[in-house]
């Protein structure tokens, strides 16, 4: 029998969404969504060690407030995977967080992918992926996603996943405006615009044909001229810093801009690391953003960097 772990590392990845498709709420009271998910090499690490109790520490390399109390994900999912497998140990879990804090890429959920497979390890359960995606997705609908990782069709509240093949390379410059953006804010500012103008939304939004064959053919401009999101009026309204920063992305040659999520991070399609390094100086001299950040597209899902 293998000798028990006393310490686990995983990381997970960010994500953007090159297309978020917004439907009608459902018996639940979501908004069903039809969305590319895309992840990015920009990881969250959750270091898991073994203790009595459970206790959370975070060192950041970006800005922004952080709960440390039972709120946290990596928490919830810590105390998930105890109520859900009888388990009585602890952990100690250390984040380093590197995705935006609060920016539409799902850091949080990186964080609870992360420690859900890190804990699985940890505590010697031995849960599936399949098993764990489903368990994260009860934390929320970007969980599964990140613990998948590349290219990805979720539909439903997000988290019924079809894996997206792709061709190509895929280097994106992540704008940070700054400020916060709350979503369910965003979404109900969406149901208000959707109303005033009197489009019904759809049952069961459709993915979008044409990003799938931008994709799979490698099409840098086709996946530019996509990029869309159906959220992406509402966060203009709510935060008005957001728009002129895509305008000005387009302006200086971005292949397509896109707010993420509920935003306010906004991605921008570049041709590769020089022409995202010279797009992001222009929009740092505009005085538009707070930081910026060039990265790659389609990286792998939460994985296992060490286990002693």
């Known amino acids: 029998m293998a000798p028990a772990l006393t310490r686990v590392v995983v990381r997970a990845p960010g994500k953007i969404n090159l297309s978020l498709a917004v439907g009608a709420v459902d018996t639940s009271g979501y908004h069903s969504i039809a969305t590319l998910f895309h992840a ?10 073994r203790a009595s109790e459970l206790s959370l520490a975070v060192d950041a390399e970006v800005p922004g407030e952080i709960p440390l109390d039972a709120s946290n994900l990596a928490l919830r999912a810590a105390e998930l995977l105890r109520s ?19 920016g539409g890429m799902g850091g949080g959920s990186a964080d609870a992918a992360a420690a859900l497979v890190a804990l699985d390890r940890l505590w010697g ?8 995606r489903r368990l994260g997705a009860r934390l929320g609908a970007d969980v599964p996603f990140a613990m998948l990782g590349r ?21 994106w410059l992540l704008a940070v405006p700054g400020g916060h953006l709350s ?3 965003v979404y109900a500012r969406h ?31 086709l996946l530019g001229s996509s990029l869309h999101n159906d959220l992406q009026a509402a966060a203009f309204a709510l935060h008005p810093g957001l728009e002129p920063v895509v305008e000005a992305a387009e302006r200086l040659g971005a292949l397509g801009a896109v707010v993420s999520g509920s935003g306010p991070t906004i991605a921008a399609l570049v041709e590769d690391e020089a022409h995202g390094r010279s797009l992001a100086a222009g929009l740092m001299a505009a005085g538009l953003v707070h930081s910026c950040l060039v990265v790659r597209g389609s990286a792998p899902g939460a994985s296992v960097l060490e286990e002693s």
Not at 86 to 99: C, F, P, S
Not at 151 to 171: F, M, P, S
Not at 193 to 214: F, H, K, N, Y
């Open 151 to 171: 290219t990805a069709l979720g539909r439903g509240t997000g988290a019924d996943l079809t894996t997206v093949l792709t061709r190509g390379d895929w280097t």
């Open 191 to 221: 149901d208000l615009i959707a109303a005033s103008i009197g489009r019904e939304l759809a049952e069961q939004p459709e993915a979008d044909e044409q990003q799938l064959q931008a994709l799979s053919s490698g099409d840098p401009a």
């Open 84 to 102: 859900e497998h009888g388990v009585d140990e602890g952990a100690r879990l250390h984040i380093h967080k590197r995705v935006p804090v609060a």
């Open 125 to 132: 359960l031995g849960l599936g992926s399949e098993q764990l």
């Open 40 to 49: 990015v090499d920009l990881y969250e690490t959750v270091t898991a060690t």
């Open 183 to 185: 979503t369910p804010e």
